[in-house]
């Protein structure tokens, strides 16, 4: 019997979403470029299960059923446009082919394009969760040619993580790019709630003074409350382990991120589509200046600051804390969703802002019940373009900004940096301020580049220039907005 669907790339998340592939009845081709990888696998972890191993991609092609269906789980790049160009000789019309990876939407835009102009199919499916929920069942994003749903559908949303008794965190998303390019945004709010949480437990040790069990404690009432989530749990498990020496083992881990480019992706995008993505940024430039390890070592022999004392009550202080994070994410939220729509009208996508909410609650990074409330309120209101306005969201962070203020003030005041949780404050402050101090700028720009301002006293629309020096004349530049 042919094989069901094909996989290429036998690596960590290729070899389990195949095994998740073959639990859920579904037969599997799999073929990598290292030989060795195939035989080990088939004959380890996939012994006795639906999984074929193949020595080449013919032979591979030949196992399969039509239409083909044909996986891709390999690096972002050049890899997949080189397995492309070999595949397609050997497909026929109508054939699928499925990259899963961390690819770029603009990749996935471009490859969309040129395979369907060659009567081939193409679907770049974002895919979250980790090993464990390739392997489970993950969250899955994908989007491209709209006639392979009905072919790649069931074995997405078969494999997929299930909640509310059995809904899969799997749907279409849209056309040629979207399917990565929500999966670009999910992995820019990581960012955000990683460093939010980051930045939580910086206050705890370096301001409260407080122990890794001591904290392993509050997060434990946190992963059961508002701010339950899959960050908040494995942040509860990690400050609980401890080395050999009976040390907890966090302490020992160097203070230097990595990144492997999805959340820088995520700002330069958010810059051409003018959306204000400030909270992700700050979290992507956390991350660049933790990788200055040496020079900040160097810096902190000779810059000074505040030494951090705490003269509150501790206990108010960490409920504040809770608010705070709560408050900050719904900002990171909020954010992510003005660049989905930004998107959505630069690229000409219709996207499901609430079913995207719910996709999102199981399997992958960010899962939490905070996305259950996204959900509803898209639900409620699918024009909705920002999600401060809905009730829900509106009342809540009125209720919890306070408490970020009061973590703020009192890490400004102790020298503990929060780049993402002062972003989160700036920006709800600046959206819910009718006059912003932009009028000045606009002077400014009149003032040395002519530029031109609109005025208040005017239709919208008008625009004006001042001969501020008295030297400039009437001559003004041609009025743009990048």
Avoid at 90 to 115: K, P, Q, V, Y
Avoid at 236 to 251: C, N, Y
Wanted: proline share 4%; net charge neutral.
């Amino acid at each position: 019997m042919p094989s069901q669907i094909g996989l290429i790339g036998i690596g960590l998340m290729g070899e389990n979403l195949a095994l998740n592939m073959a639990d859920k009845g579904f037969s599997v081709s799999v073929f990598d470029l290292s030989p060795g990888k195939v035989e080990r696998f088939v004959s380890g972890r996939g012994q006795g299960k639906k999984i074929l191993g193949c020595q080449s991609v013919p032979e591979l092609i030949a196992s399969l059923a039509l239409p083909r269906k044909i996986m891709l789980m390999v690096p972002a790049g050049k890899p997949v446009d080189e397995i492309i160009e070999t595949l397609m000789p050997l497909l026929e019309r109508g054939d699928i082919i499925i990259d899963g990876g961390n690819s770029h939407f603009s990749d996935t835009t471009r490859r969309t394009r040129m395979l369907e102009g060659k009567g081939l199919l193409y679907v770049g499916a974002g895919v979250s969760g980790g090993e464990e929920g390739a392997l489970l069942g993950p969250s899955i994003m994908p989007g491209g040619s709209v006639a392979a749903w009905k072919s790649v559908g069931p074995i997405f949303q078969a494999i997929a993580a299930k909640v509310d008794g059995g809904v899969p965190c799997c749907d279409w998303i849209g056309a040629e790019g979207s399917g990565h390019f929500v999966k670009m945004v999910h992995n820019g709010i990581e960012y955000g709630d990683m460093q939010l949480i980051c930045e939580v437990y910086d206050v705890m040790r370096n301001l409260l003074g407080m122990s890794a069990a001591e904290m392993h404690q509050v997060f434990k009432v946190w992963s059961e409350g508002e701010l339950k989530s899959y960050l908040i749990e494995i942040t509860r498990d990690i400050l609980a382990v401890k080395d050999e020496d009976g040390l907890p083992l966090l302490d020992k881990i160097l203070d230097k991120a990595g990144q492997k480019g999805t959340g820088k992706w995520t700002v330069v995008t958010a810059l051409d589509v003018a959306a204000p993505l400030t909270l992700i940024t700050e979290s992507v430039f956390a991350r660049v200046l933790s990788s200055m390890k040496d020079e900040r070592v160097l810096a902190a022999t000779v810059l000074t600051g505040p030494q951090a004392r705490f003269g509150g009550d501790r206990r108010t202080f960490i409920d504040d804390l809770g608010k705070a994070l709560y408050a900050a994410k719904i900002i990171s939220y909020t954010q992510g969703y003005q660049l989905l729509r930004a998107a959505a009208q630069e690229f000409g996508w219709k996207l499901n802002y609430g079913g995207i909410a719910l996709m999102w609650r199981g399997g992958c990074i960010i899962r939490s019940v905070f996305l259950g409330k996204i959900g509803e309120a898209f639900d409620a209101n699918p024009e909705l373009v920002n999600l401060l306005l809905d009730p829900f969201f509106r009342e809540t962070i009125g209720l919890a900004q306070q408490s970020l203020r009061n973590v703020l003030a009192e890490a400004l005041k102790n020298g503990i940096p929060t780049p993402a949780m002062s972003s989160a404050l700036a920006y709800y402050d600046g959206y819910r301020s009718a006059k912003l101090p932009a009028n000045l700028l606009q002077a400014q720009r009149d003032y040395f580049g002519a530029h031109q301002y609109e005025r208040v006293d005017q239709p919208r629309g008008m625009y004006f220039h001042t001969n501020w020096t008295g030297r400039g004349g009437a001559t003004a530049s041609t009025v743009y907005s990048a």
